[in-house]
């Protein structure tokens, strides 16, 4: 079934994705090969938002393409993929909401970035913003798929 609107389900993929925590996050890399690796991706409505090394090769890799593919899947029978665009958010600002947001967020969901990093104004720390285009929670029990595309106005 394709929802045509976000807000269809928005319920559902947040409940999963918040329960799931981590995801696997694949990227392109300057080969055009495939790297995928454990991402801890928190999202408020249709934005996802990842703390990251801001000069890793992940960086290096989103210069290269700006596509990423997010598969959520600690419950096999309930995966969550998300195929987004995904860019740098290194405004003060948005850094330090970030920071706000996981420290908030109660665990696992939340942690503190302050054990890794020394302050939202650290150098080395990045935040990705990710911004979907298509959205699939699939129901293995139902053989049901529910999928959201972005509109393409």
Not at 42 to 56: D, F, L, P
Not at 61 to 78: G, M, R
Not at 103 to 131: C, M, N
Request: charged content about 25%; overall charge neutral; some cysteine.
């Amino acid at each position: 079934m394709a929802a045509q609107q976000f807000l269809e389900i928005e319920s559902e993929f947040i409940q999963r994705v918040h329960t799931m925590v981590w995801a696997n996050l694949a990227t392109l890399d300057s080969n055009n090969r495939i790297r995928s690796r454990v991402m801890h991706p928190i999202w408020e409505g249709s934005t996802g938002w990842i703390g990251s090394r801001r000069h890793s090769l992940k960086a290096k890799h989103l210069a290269q393409s700006p596509y990423v593919s997010i598969a959520y899947i600690a419950n096999v029978a309930n995966p969550v993929y998300a195929d987004c665009t995904a860019e740098w958010a290194d405004g003060v600002a948005d850094k330090e909401h970030v920071w706000n947001l996981y420290r908030e967020a109660p665990a696992p969901l939340g942690f503190d970035y302050g054990t890794i990093f020394g302050s939202p104004a650290d150098p080395e720390f990045g935040v990705i913003k990710l911004t979907p285009w298509r959205i699939e929670l699939f129901d293995i029990n139902k053989e049901k798929r529910r999928v959201w595309r972005k509109s393409l106005e």
